[in-house]
């Protein structure tokens, strides 16, 4: 579980060769102190830092300044204190503003020439007044290392940032829930983990059972509001995928017939402990990975229904979109017990859940996804829903999948956007009821409604890019509008607004009449240096421009070491004809033929060989198409063949035990309209794609044959495209339209 992004990359190169260095000392000491430790503030509490300016040098009486720079989190330039001192110097920075949300702050340290000796990058949040009233029935957990990996051990410093953060349920590190601040903070666990009774080599099944139902009550008597429990977690053993989910029929071994047997014995013991011990914790199995291969095993071997309470799953996410690896596995999951007859078996996330570091995001990314997961496990009404850790690593565990947090470093603790996103969705649905999903016209645009007393909300986002959307009001006059991060605005009228990747709120008296979305978007995250003079490799604007091969093709396929929701495919009938697109003129039009019924989870994927093209001058880093989408959660896969004659694919076949290929979807169709599809060639490119290594594993090589490595000029020689039929629009299946338009396969 490493993470493939480092700092500075240790595979790049320099023939500089650094022989010796000389490190220079400020002459001051400098110590930035918060005015409280995590940075954030209620109204009634005054946001601001103290700066302690000590000489080093005995009698120093120089000038120095100290500058505090606050900006907000786009950087947009908002207070500038300065302050110069000789000698010692403590001063206090305090803060005008007003608006909920993230707030950057520089301090720096020059000399009397301007010398710049010391920066240090700060934060602070503002957050409202905290009206929520749930308390250990709310929903969320956070993970908490209790000291380790150098984060925060004092309960006191962690309880209070849950509480800010609105969370109560985490690891209390072996204290009671009847621990004093634990009772202060109403903090209790979220799921007790499976039963391992101690007891002697010759006990007897029966004594064995008794220790198991002790264990129980001991679990219990300390978390008395824990009222789930884990059989199996990330020990569910291997096993087929099940078959049932593609339609076909799970093949089992002797071996495997075993296995099964094997683990469904154990999950019943631990189960009917459970149901003996506390009859009123519920039973949640599986919590391995995606959890459908260890759930299968327990189904096939009839696990009674009453021993089940909920479907377990553990998937990690990564830099994969939530409305892919959130909503899928559950989705999955559900479908499986539907398949065997579980009916009234709903799933649900172990405490371990998501891994969204921040690293491998552009600024704010990760607090979108952390908030579009928590949003996802609502609308499937999760009873438990894991948000982000206390705080990020202090030590070489900041290097794997799981070294994020709301807070940065301890014990700076400087609160990331994903506290505020965190936050911010805790007080807006506190004690909110999850009511239904708005049809918006767009299967990648989204609108949740909850309801709390007399009100309505509403959560809306796009899955990629801005998209302008009307809002039908309905009875309602007016609406208070509240941004991820938490800016609000009230008594809002405008019925059209701009929805992006960042989840936003609609709070009105009255339920909303509709929402509905514009075909065209905006991408203002994907402007990349370069574009605007790319080469035109392949026009695509007639249909002789192109062969299309519906034949398997393995280089495609090689993808199924991915999660499930990413790893099906094959051929589809797919045909091509060229049209006069309104908006970009000359265009091709791919079509895929739904005749016959194909399961859901398969992409149907075709290839468009090019004729002769002619090589692409220079050493171009980023490749790109426009397509005209159809948010079928389709793909994209160029091909290029270079100097050498060597074959290259954007499949990226490896890299992190698995197939990596464009988790990110930076070649997903998952937006509607035209859209500059760009995708990188090598690290130079401006595009970054994160999954969660770096650029370099996102194409593999055709054959056995060359010096696998891409030799410039290259020549574009063909594209894949695949789509599914129908998408998973978080809980339901929706069917798409089975075309898209390409133009322009170009280089820069």
């Given at each position: 579980?490493?993470?493939?992004?480092?700092?500075?990359?240790?595979?790049?190169?320099?023939?500089v060769q650094v022989l010796a260095a000389t490190l220079e000392r400020s002459p001051v000491d400098f110590v930035v102190l918060p005015a409280r430790v995590g940075s954030t503030y209620?109204?009634?509490?005054?946001?601001?830092?103290?700066?302690?300016?000590?000489?080093?040098?005995?009698?120093?009486?120089?000038?120095?300044?100290?500058?505090?720079?606050?900006?907000?989190?786009?950087?947009?330039?908002?207070?500038?204190?300065?302050?110069?001192?000789?000698?010692?110097?403590?001063?206090?920075?305090?803060?005008?503003?007003?608006?909920?949300?993230?707030?950057?702050?520089?301090?720096?340290?020059?000399?009397?020439?301007?010398?710049?000796?010391?920066?240090?990058?700060?934060?602070?949040?503002?957050?409202?007044?905290?009206?929520?009233?749930?308390?250990?029935?709310?929903?969320?957990?956070?993970?908490?290392?209790?000291?380790?990996?150098?984060?925060?051990?004092?309960?006191?410093?962690?309880?209070?940032?849950?509480?800010?953060?609105?969370?109560?349920?985490?690891?209390?590190?072996?204290?009671?829930?009847?621990?004093?601040?634990?009772?202060?903070?109403?903090?209790?666990?979220?799921?007790?983990?499976?039963?391992?009774?101690?007891?002697?080599?010759?006990?007897?099944?029966?004594?064995?059972?008794?220790?198991?139902?002790?264990?129980?009550?001991?679990?219990?008597?300390?978390?008395?509001?824990?009222?789930?429990?884990?059989?199996?977690?990330?020990?569910?053993?291997?096993?087929?995928?099940?078959?049932?989910?593609?339609?076909?029929?799970?093949?089992?071994?002797?071996?495997?017939?075993?296995?099964?047997?094997?683990?469904?014995?154990?999950?019943?013991?631990?189960?009917?402990?459970?149901?003996?011990?506390?009859?009123?914790?519920?039973?949640?199995?599986?919590?391995?990975?995606?959890?459908?291969?260890?759930?299968?095993?327990?189904?096939?071997?009839?696990?009674?229904?009453?021993?089940?309470?909920?479907?377990?799953?553990?998937?990690?996410?990564?830099?994969?979109?939530?409305?892919?690896?959130?909503?899928?596995?559950?989705?999955?999951?559900?479908?499986?017990?539907?398949?065997?007859?579980?009916?009234?078996?709903?799933?649900?996330?172990?405490?371990?859940?998501?891994?969204?570091?921040?690293?491998?995001?552009?600024?704010?990314?990760?607090?979108?996804?952390?908030?579009?997961?928590?949003?996802?496990?609502?609308?499937?009404?999760?009873?438990?829903?894991?948000?982000?850790?206390?705080?990020?690593?202090?030590?070489?565990?900041?290097?794997?999948?799981?070294?994020?947090?709301?807070?940065?470093?301890?014990?700076?603790?400087?609160?990331?956007?994903?506290?505020?996103?965190?936050?911010?969705?805790?007080?807006?649905?506190?004690?909110?009821?999850?009511?239904?999903?708005?049809?918006?016209?767009?299967?990648?645009?989204?609108?949740?409604?909850?309801?709390?007393?007399?009100?309505?909300?509403?959560?809306?986002?796009?899955?990629?890019?801005?998209?302008?959307?009307?809002?039908?009001?309905?009875?309602?006059?007016?609406?208070?509008?509240?941004?991820?991060?938490?800016?609000?605005?009230?008594?809002?009228?405008?019925?059209?607004?701009?929805?992006?990747?960042?989840?936003?709120y609609l709070t009105l008296t009255a339920p909303l009449a509709g929402v509905r979305t514009a075909l065209t978007r905006r991408y203002p995250h994907e402007q990349y240096a370069g574009?605007?003079?790319?080469?035109?490799?392949?026009?695509?604007?007639?249909?002789?421009?192109?062969?299309?091969?519906?034949?398997?093709?393995?280089?495609?396929?090689?993808?199924?070491?991915?999660?499930?929701?990413?790893?099906?495919?094959?051929?589809?009938?797919?045909?091509?004809?060229?049209?006069?697109?309104?908006?970009?003129?000359?265009?091709?039009?791919?079509?895929?033929?739904?005749?016959?019924?194909?399961?859901?989870?398969?992409?149907?994927?075709?290839?468009?060989?090019?004729?002769?093209?002619?090589?692409?001058?220079?050493?171009?880093?980023?490749?790109?198409?426009?397509?005209?989408?159809?948010?079928?959660?389709?793909?994209?896969?160029?091909?290029?063949?270079?100097?050498?004659?060597?074959?290259?694919?954007?499949?990226?076949?490896?890299?992190?035990?698995?197939?990596?290929?464009?988790?990110?979807?930076?070649?997903?169709?998952?937006?509607?309209?035209?859209?500059?599809?760009?995708?990188?060639?090598?690290?130079?490119?401006?595009?970054?794609?994160?999954?969660?290594?770096?650029?370099?594993?996102?194409?593999?090589?055709?054959?056995?044959?060359?010096?696998?490595?891409?030799?410039?000029?290259?020549?574009?020689?063909?594209?894949?495209?695949?789509?599914?039929?129908?998408?998973?629009?978080?809980?339901?299946?929706?069917?798409?339209?089975?075309?898209?338009?390409?133009?322009?396969?170009?280089?820069?």
């Open positions: 579980y490493l993470s493939r992004k480092r700092s500075p990359d240790y595979d790049t190169f320099s023939s209620y109204p009634d509490e005054q946001a601001g830092f103290t700066v302690r300016a000590t000489p080093v040098r005995p009698g120093d009486k120089a000038t120095y300044t100290v500058t505090c720079t606050v900006t907000d989190r786009a950087g947009q330039q908002l207070d500038t204190f300065t302050e110069r001192f000789s000698g010692a110097m403590e001063h206090t920075f305090t803060f005008r503003q007003k608006a909920y949300g993230p707030y950057n702050t520089i301090f720096t340290l020059a000399d009397a020439a301007g010398k710049l000796l010391v920066t240090h990058r700060a934060r602070f949040a503002l957050l409202p007044p905290d009206t929520r009233k749930a308390g250990y029935d709310a929903p969320y957990y956070s993970w908490n290392f209790n000291g380790a990996h150098g984060t925060p051990r004092d309960i006191a410093v962690w309880g209070d940032m849950l509480k800010r953060m609105g969370v109560h349920r985490t690891n209390l590190g072996g204290l009671a829930e009847t621990n004093e601040l634990a009772r202060r903070y109403q903090l209790t666990m979220a799921q007790f983990p499976q039963l391992r009774a101690k007891t002697a080599p010759d006990a007897t099944p029966e004594q064995q059972r008794q220790a198991m139902i002790a264990q129980a009550r001991e679990h219990t008597a300390r978390y008395p509001h824990c009222k789930a429990a884990l059989i199996f977690h990330e020990s569910g053993g291997g096993g087929p995928f099940p078959a049932e989910l593609l339609g076909g029929t799970t093949t089992i071994t002797p071996e495997q017939k075993q296995e099964d047997e094997k683990r469904t014995a154990i999950a019943r013991e631990v189960a009917e402990a459970w149901r003996a011990a506390d009859p009123s914790v519920r039973i949640v199995i599986g919590n391995t990975g995606e959890s459908v291969v260890p759930i299968a095993k327990m189904f096939r071997e009839k696990l009674p229904h009453n021993l089940i309470d909920a479907m377990g799953e553990e998937s990690v996410g990564m830099t994969m979109p939530p409305e892919l690896s959130t909503a899928y596995p559950a989705f999955n999951l559900r479908r499986l017990a539907e398949i065997y007859g579980y009916t009234n078996v709903m799933p649900e996330a172990c405490f371990e859940w998501k891994s969204r570091v921040r690293r491998h995001f552009r600024p704010g990314l990760d607090a979108a996804f952390i908030a579009r997961d928590a949003l996802i496990a609502h609308a499937w009404r999760f009873r438990n829903i894991p948000v982000v850790g206390i705080t990020e690593m202090a030590n070489s565990y900041y290097d794997t999948i799981w070294g994020y947090g709301a807070f940065s470093r301890w014990p700076l603790a400087y609160p990331n956007d994903a506290f505020s996103a965190t936050a911010t969705l805790t007080l807006v649905l506190d004690r909110a009821t999850f009511v239904r999903q708005l049809p918006t016209g767009s299967p990648t645009v989204y609108a949740l409604e909850f309801k709390r007393d007399g009100s309505r909300i509403y959560a809306l986002w796009s899955a990629r890019g801005e998209a302008d959307v009307t809002l039908d009001l309905g009875t309602a006059r007016s609406y208070t509008r509240t941004a991820m991060c938490g800016a609000v605005a009230e008594d809002q009228t405008a019925t059209q607004i701009v929805v992006d990747e960042e989840p936003l574009a605007d003079a790319a080469t035109v490799a392949a026009p695509l604007a007639t249909a002789d421009e192109v062969v299309l091969v519906n034949t398997p093709d393995p280089r495609i396929e090689s993808t199924t070491c991915n999660p499930s929701f990413i790893a099906f495919f094959r051929p589809g009938a797919y045909s091509v004809a060229e049209v006069a697109d309104n908006e970009r003129g000359a265009c091709i039009e791919l079509t895929l033929a739904t005749n016959t019924p194909v399961p859901y989870l398969y992409n149907e994927y075709t290839f468009l060989k090019l004729g002769k093209t002619a090589p692409v001058a220079g050493e171009p880093s980023t490749i790109s198409v426009w397509v005209r989408g159809n948010s079928s959660w389709g793909k994209i896969f160029f091909e290029v063949t270079d100097a050498e004659g060597e074959k290259w694919i954007s499949a990226g076949s490896g890299g992190y035990g698995c197939v990596t290929h464009d988790w990110p979807g930076q070649a997903a169709i998952n937006f509607d309209g035209w859209h500059f599809v760009q995708f990188p060639i090598t690290a130079a490119s401006p595009v970054k794609v994160h999954a969660p290594g770096e650029n370099q594993w996102q194409w593999q090589h055709d054959g056995a044959d060359g010096n696998k490595r891409m030799d410039f000029p290259i020549r574009v020689t063909g594209l894949g495209v695949a789509m599914h039929r129908e998408v998973l629009k978080l809980t339901e299946l929706v069917p798409v339209t089975p075309s898209i338009r390409l133009q322009n396969i170009s280089v820069f």
